[in-house]
């Protein structure tokens, strides 16, 4: 697996535990602001490169309901199966 993808699915599932739930466009992108930080910065800069060029589009599948594994692979990032 790449660290892309790697990074993407970290920063997703990241995401839906810190909005529990509650999927609004604003929780999302707020949740997506700090997730990197969470991070050694080894590898936030990969992790803020996945939100600065996916950021609308994680927002987008996430209010769809999708799980972390196929918003990466809708996205491109990771190979789905």
């Known amino acids: 697996e ?13 995401v839906m535990e810190l909005i529990d739930n ?3 466009e604003e929780k999302i992108i ?3 602001d700090s997730v990197c930080a969470l ?3 080894s590898v936030s800069e990969v992790c803020q490169e996945v ?3 996916y950021g609308d589009s994680i927002v987008a599948l996430l209010l769809q309901e999708m799980s972390p594994e196929l918003v990466c692979s809708e996205l491109g990032l990771c190979m789905s199966g």
């Open 2 to 14: 790449s660290v892309t993808c790697k990074a993407c699915e970290y920063v997703v599932k990241k």
């Open 22 to 24: 509650n999927r609004t």
């Open 30 to 32: 707020h949740a997506l």
């Open 39 to 41: 991070l050694p910065e």
């Open 51 to 53: 939100v600065d060029t």
